[in-house]
């Protein structure tokens, strides 16, 4: 289960956690718009509501006075391939001997299918075929024979693949990140709390500070009743392997994110894009609104080099339409990019443009603006791309594509510009993102862009040196 998702996490000194944790969905919402939940403890007892939908219809007044308690969790869920699965939202929550637990993740396990025979084997019985749900059974069972932090520990050597999790063991929230921090994770501090989130601005918008990431391989302990946190460095691996997409198009450019701000981070790409393939045309336009931050960065670049090119919108967007990934069929995708995005007829008619997007998918949009622009009297279109060409899947927990439906995977940058329609077609190098991002090659997840991943991924090529967990059922104990 490609899990792309937003998790948060928060204890208050003196004040219920529900509402915190609901703008701070809100905040994150476009990490996940298929279900939204929170789980909080008042000391006595776990509450959870947990819906389908956007954070907006998924919560009412009652809704949010019920989940009672300074310390919770809460998360949203990115729709999968295929379309909605009420079994998968979250937080999972569940009772087991060992203490009430409520579990949000972000990313995607790769031998999730190893833990869960071999817990089932030892009797555990599962309700879902989402791998929150094998963590949270793992972590149940250490916790019968461990303190809590050893728990965690003993889980994190068993589970293999990205997670950035927010965890709620009784009253006590807890944020971790994989030993090589794939998905981001970062705490911060409130007037009153503490608070976990897979985004600063979700710490923003509860008026806080982002105190830092948290590291990969630690775990973070706030304690419950909102006075601070405890931080313990579970794993030590020597390489990282962040995830460049989350820099490219995932994340709100109002995040800081591994240190970097990633609105800079574009802009910084779109300079890099003029640099390696600008060209001089009438106009510079982004798809908004994921190219918005590379086209301005490229547009500066190209001013300060004195290209005569304007700047300027030349798409509208229905902002009511949600990301057109969520349409399951191809037909309804081509159908949304239109009802999506419309253009500015007196910027283009007539003219000769660069149109700036972060990446291509499958082809499905940028075939489609290409002919919208072409309709609206464009005389040339040149395609600028701030990625490089997505040559295979994520594993990791972006909700990409599979490798037959991704237009790069076997096509030259030529092919895909003759298909698509554009009079010129660039895509970014893989330099120009480790340049961007300010981190190597070693310390990156560049798998999409590869074909080689971080991590151990069954049936693909690996980058590196992995430790990937060895099973051991006979140092479990009976639940
Ligand atoms: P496609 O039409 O399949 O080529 O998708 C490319 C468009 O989708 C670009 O405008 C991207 O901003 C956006 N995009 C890229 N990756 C994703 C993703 N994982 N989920 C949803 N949208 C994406």
């Known amino acids: 289960m490609h899990e792309k998702c937003g998790v948060v996490g928060v ?46 219809d998924a919560f009412d007044q009652n809704d949010l006075d019920a989940l009672s308690g300074a310390n919770g969790i809460g998360h949203v869920r990115y729709p999968t391939a295929g379309g909605v699965n009420t079994c998968c939202a979250q937080p999972f929550s569940v009772s087991f001997k060992s203490g009430s637990l409520g579990l949000a993740h972000n990313g995607n396990l790769v031998n999730m299918e190893e833990v869960r025979d071999e817990l089932a084997g030892l009797g555990h019985a599962f309700t879902s075929d989402g791998d929150t749900e094998v963590i949270a059974h793992d972590l149940a069972r250490n916790l019968l024979e461990e303190d809590l932090v050893r728990a965690v520990k003993s889980t994190m050597g068993r589970i293999h693949g990205s997670y950035s999790l927010t965890i709620m063991h009784d009253e006590t929230v807890l944020g971790v990140r994989d030993p090589q921090g794939n998905r981001p994770l970062c705490i911060g501090e409130l007037e009153d709390g503490y608070v976990l989130a897979s985004e600063s601005a979700a710490i923003d918008t509860l008026g806080g500070e982002l105190i830092r990431d948290v590291r990969p391989g630690e775990l973070i302990v706030l304690r419950p009743d909102g006075s601070g946190f405890d931080s313990y460095q579970l794993t030590d691996e020597p390489q990282t392997a962040h995830c460049f997409f989350e820099h490219v198009y995932f994340a709100r450019p109002d995040s800081v994110i591994d240190e970097e701000l990633v609105y800079e981070v574009r802009r910084d790409l779109g300079r890099e894009l003029w640099e390696e393939s600008g060209v001089e045309t009438d106009v510079v336009m982004p798809v908004p609104d994921s190219g918005r931050s590379f086209a301005s960065g490229y547009a500066e670049a190209a001013a300060e080099d004195g290209a005569e090119t304007e700047f300027a919108e030349g798409l509208m967007k229905n902002r009511y339409v949600g990301r057109t990934f969520i ?121 999409c862009v590869t074909s080689e991943y971080p991590y151990d991924v069954e049936g693909e090529q690996t980058d590196r040196e992995v430790s990937r967990p060895v099973i051991d059922s006979a140092s479990s104990a009976d639940d």
Not at 28 to 42: K, M, N, P
């Open 11 to 56: 204890s208050l000194t003196d004040r219920e956690a529900a509402r915190p944790l609901y703008y701070s969905l809100y905040a994150l919402q476009h990490r996940g718009q298929e279900s939204a939940g929170i789980v909080t403890h008042d000391g006595f007892q776990q509450h959870e509501h947990v819906e389908m939908g956007l954070v907006g």
């Open 327 to 447: 349409m399951p069929t191809q037909d309804e995708r081509e159908r949304a990019v239109r009802l999506k995005l419309n253009p500015i007829k007196s910027t283009i008619e007539g003219r000769t443009v660069t149109l700036i997007d972060d990446s291509i998918v499958r082809g499905t949009t940028s075939t489609q603006l290409i002919e919208l622009l072409r309709d609206a009297g464009a005389e040339e279109i040149h395609l600028r791309i701030g990625s490089p060409e997505i040559v295979a899947p994520c594993y990791l927990g972006i909700d990409m594509a599979s490798r037959d439906e991704l237009i790069a995977a076997d096509k030259t940058t030529e092919e895909i510009r003759d298909e698509i329609g554009a009079d010129s077609l660039s895509y970014l190098s893989i330099e120009a993102i480790t340049n961007a991002l300010g981190k190597d090659h070693e310390n990156l997840c560049l798998g």
